[in-house]
């Protein structure tokens, strides 16, 4: 697959992983121009509220604010209203949460939007790639592999009339080849080669990620922690070209 420079920066998400509005300004000055997503969490969120995020769009940004809701139906339903509000492009629930859930989810979205105004992208957390085997198992009380409750989620999110799902690098064909290539896929735990591996145990470098179809990689400590921010998420779009 040939991309662009624009294609390939607009496939990375920075993970603005940060404890305030300020140091997140920082980060976002360095990286000025380069047409990536912005990933807000909830740490960042928490602090900083809807305001930076508006910030963001204002910014001419896509925004995909990783929230992980999780909740009755009924709350998720206002939840995902009001951020479909702010002008997200995409936001995330739990699948965990079942079908009902994603289903609200997918009409708070739809009763929030204006003229003119598309549905933001909503995208169902199967496992979290810190979960092993043994903590899916043991502490989670799900049986079989990872891979197995990853795609089981996957196909439920689909039902549930989702846009995709986030998921490790590792599950994006077999979520492909069972949802569809046009089910899309964002994937955390991408490491580039000179980056540590940090708290994941499920990874793969930008590059073999894309080879696998993923239509998203969130990347944090490997851009933020860097020297020079702005050299490693350049180094990053140069892999995908």
Known sequence: MSLTREQAAGKVMVALDYADAASAERLLSELEGIPCYMKVGMQLFYAAGPSFVEGLKKRGYRVFLDVKMHDIPNTVKGGSNSVTKLGVDMFNVHAAGGAAMMEAAVEGAEAALSSGQARPAIIAVTQLTSTSVQMLNEEIGIAGSVEQAVVRYAELAKRSGLTGVVASPLEVEVIKATCGTAFQTVTPGIRPTW????????IMTPREALQQGTDYMVIGR??????SPREALESII???I
């Open 238 to 240: 140069e892999e995908l």
């Open 222 to 227: 490997p851009i933020t922690a860097a020297a």
């Open 195 to 202: 980056a540590a591996t940090n708290d994941q145990s499920r």
